[in-house]
């Protein structure tokens, strides 16, 4: 029998793809959605992509229509899911998609986000490196997971390796984002505006301010950094989905680049939605639209003594949505891959 599935906040963007990828899994029947203004409308009113799920229909967010679940999967605004899931069975596996539950310092929720502190969950990025193994490892039969930023899990995935192997100095990290609106969710913001981006580049977040960096830090510190630090600038580009991140290091000095290339390949070379890309190839976003894949390209820049590395994800798909299913298959003892997809969409 399958499993019972509500997802909160599926009016959303993030709502959506999880229903896309939930509608298509064996393992699990959405029974209900919930969302705010829309409640109360037909979900195909309001998700007209969703087909096979039109029986469904838009109730409020709230204990009551969230409980009688075995999954529940959260894609509400910041701070909306901590009181929420109290209330829930302590055995009901909940897959959080917000940030509420991501950050085990308090000191750094107050200075990012403020407003009450719930406490870190396992964070839902199963391939980031550990000292003794993989974050994988504590999802196994986790019954509260964090689904990560998607930009934070795409900047964590493309530096763990140099970490991992201590070939990278972890002082000297830069990343470059270029970012799709619908990271920033449905509910229109000016700058997001089609008006505003269309033929344009934007960048937001400048000078160490963007909420994801102690993200970042956090599973970096996992790979086994001790303080890093981070330069992290997005930039919103015009395209519906996709992040492309250039994220580059100072390398350890006399590091081969034969070295860097066996770290990361190393680090991934089991995972079947990380693929490290061979030398010369570096991914587009357009490789990885509706797929669950980290396309990372590597390359040292030896003149200026770092490891440059690119990195194209589905903010929606692996940065959300397919993070969060692919960590519940993993608390849930089946396959981590089940529902999920590592081929795009093209053109
Ligand atoms: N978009 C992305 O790429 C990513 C998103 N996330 C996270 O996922 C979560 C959802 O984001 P996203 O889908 O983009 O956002 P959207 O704005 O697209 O959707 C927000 C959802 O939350 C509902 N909602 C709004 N206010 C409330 C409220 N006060 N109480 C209960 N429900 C409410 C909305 O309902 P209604 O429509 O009825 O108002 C809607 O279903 C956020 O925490 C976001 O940070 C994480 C990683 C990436
Ligand atoms: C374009 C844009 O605004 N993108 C968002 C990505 C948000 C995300 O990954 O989700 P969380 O808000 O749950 O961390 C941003 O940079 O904040």
């Known amino acids: 029998m399958a499993f019972s599935v509500a997802v909160a906040g599926a009016s959303g963007y993030a709502g959506g793809e999880l229903l896309r990828l939930l509608a298509g899994h064996p393992e699990f029947e959405v029974r209900t959605v919930t969302a705010n203004s829309n409640a109360g409308h037909p979900l195909i009113d309001v998700q007209p992509h969703l087909r096979s799920l039109a029986h469904l229909t838009l109730v409020d967010t709230t204990p009551e229509t969230l409980s009688g679940h075995e999954v529940v999967f959260l894609a509400l605004p910041h701070g909306k899911s901590g009181e929420l899931t109290a209330h829930l069975n302590a055995d009901t596996l909940v ?11 308090e000191e750094d929720w107050a200075a990012f ?14 391939e980031l490196p550990t000292g003794s193994g993989r974050l ?11 689904a990560p930023g998607c930009n934070a899990s795409t900047v964590a995935l493309a530096l763990a390796p140099g970490i991992r192997a201590g070939v990278i100095d972890e002082t000297d990290l830069v990343a470059v984002l270029a970012v799709g609106p619908s990271g920033a969710g449905k509910s229109l913001k000016l700058p997001n505006l089609a008006s505003e981006i269309l033929g344009s580049a934007n960048p937001y977040a400048v000078g160490g301010t963007h909420r994801h960096i102690p993200e970042i830090q956090q599973s970096l510190r996992f790979a086994g950094a001790e303080n890093p630090t981070i330069s992290f600038t997005p930039i919103i580009v015009p395209m ?6 250039t994220a580059t290091a100072r390398l350890v000095p006399g590091t081969s680049a034969a070295a860097v290339r066996a770290a990361w390949e190393d680090t991934y070379a089991d995972e079947p939605f990380v693929h490290v890309l061979p030398p010369g190839h570096f991914p587009r976003t357009a490789d990885v639209l509706g797929a669950n894949t980290a396309l990372i390209g590597l390359a ?3 003149a200026a003594g770092r490891v440059v590395t690119i990195t194209a994800v589905d903010n929606l798909v692996k940065g959300t949505a397919g993070a969060a299913l692919q960590s519940a298959n993993i608390a849930l003892g089946l396959p981590q891959t089940l529902g999920l997809t590592t081929n795009g969409v093209a053109p």
């Open 240 to 245: 519906a989905r996709g992040i492309l991140s």
């Open 95 to 105: 897959v959080d998609c917000g940030a509420d539950h991501r950050l085990q310092s």
């Open 136 to 146: 994988r490892d504590l999802l196994r039969s986790a019954r509260r997971i964090a």
């Open 300 to 302: 040292v820049d030896e």
């Open 113 to 126: 986000y403020g407003g009450d502190y719930y406490g870190a969950w396992a964070y839902g990025v199963p």
